[in-house]
């Protein structure tokens, strides 16, 4: 997978085995984005066993079967839906079919992992808050510009250890590049559930995280499609500010204008302020050094470069594994997947000026 390719960026980590091989079987279902290869490496690598998948489209499975011979062609859902051995199904769909797929999934007895944006209605988010209390299973959510990135990581780490005090801001930019033959469903709002929920989603959940906290509401969202007159229901820009219950604000920009000349995807960067000090992420890349996951720290005891790639890992998997197996809470609550995708769905609703 190539790095100036998003939609098909998956990052591998060192296997860091949380189960043993069988004990933890999964499947993949809808692999209409890639970042369904992101969350299979995240499991495969902590122990979990791919064992199905599945997608209407054969030239997608062929695909997917080049990077995981080990999984076995489904000749439908329900195949892998009436597997008693699946204990999680993970899937990558159309933005606006996911919840209707974890539904399914969730009546089968399975938990659920879906890409971000894990819905794009509020409608949806209800239903999919009334299966989980009817069924207790977990619809999980891949929201992974902090889950699977390295300096995130650690930059979360750093806060949980103090070292730049009580996070009361967070400052995001999550570029990325259109690239070619996005699929058509790309470029309509009522499948992708627009800029601001899709993409936006990193923007908002980081935001709850790192100022921890477990409610907030929308200032102000705003979008608008500079460039893409051949698709007017596309946004190729959108920004929102938060504010959290504890006081905590956050400002995030999205968009679609990565350069050609960048050697990623996008130069995704999060600044944190403390009341002690500032962190800076610079994900995918530390421009003209073509380095990515560094981290910035500035604090009462200096600055700081922490050049973290290949040295923390992806703990978040073997958490999900461990939290279906124990039905605990470790990796991510319910209750913070949920915030997250209402709130991206409502800075949405409000940048369309319908809330």
């Not at 209409?32 to 066993?49: F, Q, S």
């Not at 936006?200 to 709850?208: D, K, M, N, Y």
Request: with cysteine; aromatic share 12%.
């Amino acid at each position: 997978m190539s790095i100036k390719d998003g939609m098909n960026y998956a990052p591998k980590g060192k296997p860091q085995p949380v189960v043993q091989p069988g004990d933890f079987v999964f499947a993949a279902a809808a692999l209409d984005h890639g970042h369904i290869y992101g969350m299979c490496n995240g499991l495969v690598e902590a122990g979990a066993t791919l064992k199905w998948v599945y997608d209407p489209e054969p030239q997608k499975i062929e695909q997917f079967l080049k990077q995981y011979p080990q999984a076995k062609v489904a000749p439908t859902l329900e195949a892998i839906l009436n597997d008693p051995t699946v204990k999680l199904v993970a899937g990558a769909g159309i933005p606006a079919e996911r919840c209707a797929l974890g539904l399914k999934v969730m009546d089968a007895g399975k938990d659920y992992f879906t890409d971000k944006a894990p819905l794009t209605t509020l409608e949806q988010l209800a239903a999919a808050k009334a299966k989980v209390a009817q069924t207790g299973l977990k619809y999980a959510v891949y929201y992974s510009e902090r889950l699977h990135v390295e300096s995130a990581v650690f930059a979360g780490q750093l806060v949980r250890d103090g070292a730049i005090g009580r996070v009361i801001q967070t400052l995001g930019m999550g570029p990325h590049r259109e690239g070619t033959g996005r699929p058509d469903w790309f470029y309509f709002k009522k499948r992708f559930g627009g800029i601001l929920c899709d993409i936006g989603s990193h923007q908002i959940e980081q935001f709850l995280f790192y100022t921890d906290n477990s409610e907030a509401h929308v200032v102000a969202a705003q979008t608008q499609n500079f460039a893409h007159p051949q698709y007017p229901e596309f946004e190729d820009f959108g920004d929102a500010m938060l504010k959290g219950e504890n006081g905590a604000s956050g400002y995030f920009r999205c968009d679609w204008f990565t350069p050609q000349g960048l050697s990623t995807w996008g130069d995704g960067r999060l600044t944190l302020l403390g009341t002690e000090g500032y962190i800076e992420i610079r994900k995918y890349v530390d421009i003209t050094r073509q380095e990515q996951d560094v981290v910035y720290l500035v604090n009462k005891e200096g600055e700081f470069r922490y050049p973290v790639a290949g040295k923390v890992g992806f703990p978040f998997f073997g958490e999900l594994i461990l939290d279906c197996l124990n039905r605990t809470e470790n990796a991510m609550t319910q209750a913070h997947a949920f915030k997250a995708a209402e709130l991206c769905v409502r800075a949405q609703m409000l940048a369309n000026g319908v809330a």
